[in-house]
């Protein structure tokens, strides 16, 4: 080893811990960034040559430090899983909101829910049946249906509104979709050009695998990290990044809600529907084509057994004119559900035709609050249903959660900072380069000392 090349090795040295010094200062500097990845210096050996002269050989057994670079410490394998369990995650916590939104809309139990109103409403006719010539209670059982007509009109308003907010939701989160995927493109395209140049890319791949992951809160998708450094993601399947390549998705369907056809998300090229199997997309999707459609068909199915319950039996009964009882509701959903009768003679409180005249059929009317098929059970039984599904969803949610903070607990773990690892490593650099500048003070007084000696 001559001594011009042991001064290449000492200043090799001295690069390879000022280049450590500076990863570890990039860690410490990074230490609160979100999604920041901690970095590690890649450094090895430098052999002598491996190649033999013909007529002699090396006597050099080594010639220092190479700094190939640096590289992120990930664990592809958590990242791949936390992509999947937050898409999970995620829809299940929506899944549980519009749910709970649901249960907010009936507003059961209450004082001045819709079983309540019912009951009061049967109410009025037994007290009619009590007194079934007077005016009072029969303005009181008109009152009470109109009442009920409004509850069930407003109730099914509520949940129209909750269609059309979620509609509005789903429209958004597609667009953000879209506009996340075309900034992974540019990323991949970006860090494609570095990983040619020789560049790093560490800064650009942790800019990117944040929007792989929120991809897979959005709409659950997966990335597969590529041989050329970029990422592909792929929805249900089909990709949606390729590359420095995006494929946008678009809604199809309904805008309001009753009109006909199925709300889904496709992609905008084609128009083949896109298959979602997690994210915010599939729980808002499952909200607009089953969970609230099955609500306003269960409410609509209430209102038209009510409808056709009290105007069966006002048909059976006979007015203070001594007329067979016209229809009190009309309408056949809760939409559409209103009183269409406006006098109070028109009530058919009696079973007995004129001139006798009693309060039979008004006790009868009154006893439907007890009809285990009537639209009270019914109504009942929604309620129940509504309650074990929302407390089923916020159970799963929760686990879904739980699952979702030891994933990420694990990935941090292995990709975040830690400021005690960053010490020491700092002292360690620091140290070799103290050494580093010593060998090469050693090598330069050595040297001196032989140039006097030829002097």
Same mark, same amino acid.
């Given at each position: 080893?001559?001594?011009?090349?042991?001064?290449?090795?000492?200043?090799?040295?001295?690069?390879?811990?000022?280049?450590?010094?500076?990863?570890?200062?990039?860690?410490?500097?990074?230490?609160?960034?979100?999604? #920041?990845?901690?970095?590690?210096?890649? %450094?090895?050996?430098?052999?002598?040559?491996?190649?033999?002269?013909?007529?002699?050989?090396?006597?050099?057994?080594?010639?220092?430090? +190479?700094?190939?670079?640096?590289?992120?410490?990930?664990?592809?394998?958590?990242?791949?899983?936390?992509?999947?369990?937050?898409?999970?995650?995620?829809?299940?916590?929506?899944?549980?909101?519009?749910?709970?939104?649901?249960?907010?809309?009936?507003?059961?139990?209450?004082?001045?829910?819709?079983?309540?109103?019912?009951?009061?409403?049967?109410?009025?006719?037994?007290?009619?049946?009590?007194?079934?010539?007077?005016?009072?209670?029969?303005?009181?059982?008109?009152?009470?249906?109109?009442?009920?007509?409004?509850?069930?009109?407003?109730?099914?308003?509520?949940?129209?509104?909750?269609?059309?907010?979620?509609?509005?939701?789903?429209?958004?989160?597609?667009?953000?979709?879209?506009?996340?995927?075309?900034?992974?493109?540019?990323?991949?395209?970006?860090?494609?050009?570095?990983?040619?140049?020789?560049?790093?890319?560490?800064?650009?791949?942790?800019?990117?695998?944040?929007?792989?992951?929120?991809?897979?809160?959005?709409?659950?998708?997966?990335?597969?990290?590529?041989?050329?450094?970029?990422?592909?993601?792929?929805?249900?399947?089909?990709?949606?990044?390729?590359?420095?390549?995006?494929?946008?998705?678009?809604?199809?369907?309904?805008?309001?809600?009753?009109?006909?056809?199925?709300?889904?998300?496709?992609?905008?090229?084609?128009?083949?529907?896109?298959?979602?199997?997690?994210?915010?997309?599939?729980?808002?999707?499952?909200?607009?084509?089953?969970?609230?459609?099955? #609500?306003?068909?269960?409410?609509?199915?209430?209102?038209?057994?009510?409808?056709?319950?009290?105007?069966?039996?006002?048909?059976?009964?006979?007015?203070?004119?001594?007329?067979?009882?016209?229809?009190?509701?009309?309408?056949?959903?809760?939409?559409?559900?209103?009183?269409?009768?406006?006098?109070?003679?028109?009530?058919?409180?009696?079973?007995?035709?004129?001139?006798?005249?009693?309060?039979?059929?008004?006790?009868?009317?009154?006893?439907?609050?007890?009809?285990?098929?009537?639209?009270?059970?019914?109504?009942?039984?929604?309620?129940?249903?509504?309650?074990?599904?929302?407390?089923?969803?916020?159970?799963?949610?929760?686990? %879904?959660?739980? +699952?979702?903070? %030891?994933?990420?607990?694990?990935?941090?773990?292995?990709?975040?900072?830690?400021?005690?690892?960053?010490?020491?490593?700092?002292?360690?650099? %620091?140290?070799?380069?103290?050494?580093?500048?010593?060998?090469?003070?050693?090598?330069?007084?050595?040297?001196?000392?032989?140039?006097?000696?030829?002097?």
């Amino acid at each position: 080893m001559s001594g011009f090349s042991s001064l290449g090795i000492g200043a090799r040295a001295l690069q390879a811990a000022q280049r450590g010094l500076e990863v570890s200062g990039q860690n410490i500097s990074n230490v609160n960034t979100a999604g #920041y990845s901690r970095q590690r210096l890649d %450094q090895v050996a430098a052999g002598g040559s491996p190649v033999p002269a013909m007529y002699s050989r090396s006597t050099a057994f080594g010639d220092g430090v +190479m700094v190939r670079g640096t590289e992120r410490i990930r664990d592809e394998f958590l990242e791949a899983r936390a992509q999947q369990v937050r898409g999970s995650a995620s829809s299940l916590t929506s899944s549980a909101a519009t749910l709970k939104s649901v249960e907010g809309i009936f507003g059961e139990p209450s004082d001045t829910g819709l079983q309540a109103q019912m009951a009061s409403f049967w109410s009025s006719w037994h007290d009619l049946a009590n007194d079934p010539t007077s005016t009072a209670p029969r303005t009181q059982v008109l009152e009470e249906a109109k009442q009920l007509a409004a509850t069930l009109g407003r109730t099914s308003q509520q949940l129209g509104q909750q269609w059309s907010g979620t509609r509005e939701a789903l429209t958004v989160t597609i667009s953000e979709v879209n506009r996340t995927a075309s900034d992974m493109a540019r990323l991949n395209d970006a860090i494609r050009s570095a990983k040619v140049s020789g560049a790093s890319t560490s800064e650009l791949s942790d800019q990117r695998d944040q929007l792989v992951l929120q991809l897979g809160e959005s709409i659950g998708a997966v990335g597969r990290l590529n041989d050329d450094g970029t990422v592909s993601v792929t929805v249900g399947g089909s990709q949606l990044v390729s590359g420095s390549r995006a494929t946008e998705l678009r809604v199809d369907g309904p805008t309001l809600p009753g009109q006909s056809g199925q709300v889904q998300v496709s992609w905008a090229a084609s128009g083949t529907p896109a298959t979602v199997t997690g994210g915010d997309v599939q729980a808002l999707t499952t909200a607009l084509t089953t969970t609230i459609p099955g #609500y306003v068909s269960a409410l609509d199915s209430i209102a038209a057994k009510l409808a056709t319950t009290v105007n069966a039996q006002q048909a059976a009964g006979y007015d203070r004119n001594g007329a067979p009882g016209a229809p009190i509701f009309s309408g056949t959903t809760a939409a559409t559900i209103t009183v269409s009768m406006t006098a109070t003679n028109g009530i058919a409180a009696s079973k007995a035709a004129p001139p006798a005249y009693d309060g039979d059929n008004a006790s009868a009317m009154a006893g439907h609050l007890n009809d285990p098929t009537g639209p009270d059970a019914t109504y009942r039984g929604l309620i129940v249903e509504l309650g074990v599904q929302s407390a089923s969803a916020s159970r799963q949610a929760d686990v %879904q959660g739980v +699952m979702l903070r %030891q994933v990420d607990a694990a990935r941090l773990g292995v990709s975040s900072v830690s400021l005690d690892e960053e010490m020491t490593n700092l002292m360690s650099y %620091q140290h070799a380069y103290e050494a580093a500048a010593r060998f090469v003070s050693v090598i330069d007084q050595a040297m001196d000392s032989l140039m006097n000696m030829a002097r």
